[in-house]
């Protein structure tokens, strides 16, 4: 979702460029972790992954020689979508790493994409000046809108999928609602508006405000009901703001700008802040790495410490160097010196030990049935975002997969006869193989 203007040189400077982009998203954006991953310990979970950063280099995404421009995993980072330059979209199972679907959605090179809440949408935009909706499972085309320019961002309401916040070159920001089509322009009443446009977009979390940034490094906040604006700073450069971004955890937001230094803001800090006047980064990130290829794009996996990144057409995947180390997993294991047999006490592995006392007998069965309150527990910290709905079952899709979340797309197994596989006993079978459509 970054757009970053940083150089680098091939493997080993690429990971010295991403050094920057982690040390900020490390501390907001890996917080944000969501119900898949509640099987997982929590202390093993911080213990492992919250330290290291992904600079290891784990392998590419194969596009079928296609160039890639932009890449956007969904709400659990199940799955990826890719924007090639040539309009097609490649949906990106992120598990097997395979293409379980793709098609041609424009003509010009794809700008954007967003994934709806649900997962089953996904929004495109292209330098053709269209905007699509497609639904995932059956790639069909669900909207097409026109516009008078080429459009560099695009973005769903976070809490509304029927509704559309659209940014096209050197034209006003525009929210749009699809079914009943309407639109309304968001108008930039600052100082000086008429020579400062609008560069950048976003929504926060909750879809409460909308966030601009201009050519000359302004921050101005909208409410997102009635687009009037509520409050409007300005960072401590001149410089353009390319992108917002917003993490799934806190009140924060996290710029890229033309100088090449990455900051993080506290919204409540815009929204109190005097209009007009200077607001101070909570952190800030210079880039020092000035030569080697241009990063296009930058995703941050929703709950897992891994990275894509897309340079030269090409999406890569950067995970942690993995280092095997069993103590770290079990504290109590301790390496062998010498093979010694062990010798088992009797009764050990008892169901009922018959040389134990009688209170003990008691005291273990009483362990036995005790009843354990899985209801009332309270979620960890660790393992829910702020993002997140209060009700579970909201991310529950029911028997049929035609409404709730998408998580995975299923796909069709066909039996090919024309390449049987010898079984044991000189019978032969045929095998399956995925089909892409």
């Known amino acids: 979702m ?22 900020v998203f490390t501390k907001f954006y890996y917080a944000g972790i969501v119900h898949i991953t509640v099987m997982i310990n929590a202390e093993l979970l911080e213990r492992n992954f919250g330290v290291q950063f992904p600079e290891e280099l784990d392998g590419t995404l194969d596009l079928q020689n296609g160039a890639a421009n932009c890449c956007k995993f969904n709400r659990w980072g199940t799955l990826v979508a890719v924007g ?45 000046t269209t905007v699509a909706v497609w639904n995932v499972i059956e790639a069909a085309c669900m909207y097409r809108l026109k516009y008078s320019a080429m459009v560099t961002s695009a973005v769903f309401n976070p809490r509304n999928d029927n509704q559309i916040l659209v940014l096209q070159l050197n034209y006003p920001p525009c929210l749009d609602e ?22 950048a977009i976003a929504f926060d979390r909750r879809a409460n405000y909308l966030i601009t940034g201009t050519n000359k490094g302004k921050l101005v906040v909208y409410d997102a009901k009635t687009l009037k604006m509520i409050s409007w700073g300005k960072q401590n450069s001149v410089q353009q703001i390319k992108q917002i971004v917003i993490p799934r955890r806190g009140n924060f937001i996290i710029t890229n700008s033309q100088d090449r230094i990455i900051r993080t803001f506290d919204l409540e800090d815009i929204l109190n802040c005097q209009k007009g006047s200077t607001i101070e980064p909570t952190h800030r990130v210079t880039d020092i790495v000035n030569k080697g290829e241009c990063l296009m794009d930058v995703q941050w996996h929703p709950i897992r410490p891994v990275i894509l990144s897309v340079a030269n057409g090409i999406v890569s995947v950067w995970t942690q160097a993995h280092v095997e180390n069993w103590s770290a997993f079990a504290p109590e294991f301790t390496e062998l010196e010498e093979n010694a047999k062990y010798e088992e006490k009797e009764g050990e592995f008892d169901l009922e030990d018959e040389d134990a006392e009688v209170d003990d007998k008691a005291n273990s069965q009483d362990s036995d ?61 045929g095998f399956f193989r995925s089909k892409i459509t």
């Open 369 to 429: 049935e005790e009843i354990i309150d899985i209801e009332s527990l309270k979620p960890s910290e660790i393992l829910c975002s702020s993002d997140e709905e209060d009700n579970i079952n909201s991310l529950l899709p029911d028997v049929t997969l035609k409404t709730g979340p998408l998580w995975f797309l299923p796909i069709t197994p066909e039996c090919d006869n024309n390449e049987p596989l010898p079984l044991s006993g000189g019978h032969f079978a």
């Open 178 to 199: 699809l079914d009943p089509r309407s639109q309304k322009i968001i108008t930039n009443d600052i100082p000086g508006a008429i020579e400062d446009g609008v560069s």
């Open 2 to 23: 970054l757009i970053i203007s940083l150089t680098h040189c091939k493997e080993w400077n690429q990971s010295k460029a991403l050094r920057s982009i982690v040390v």
């Open 84 to 128: 090639s330059t040539d309009g097609r979209i490649f949906i990106f199972d992120f598990v097997t790493k395979g293409i379980v679907k793709t098609w041609t959605a424009h003509a010009l090179p794809v700008s954007s994409l967003s994934w709806s809440r649900d997962g089953r949408k996904l929004l495109t935009a292209s330098a053709d």
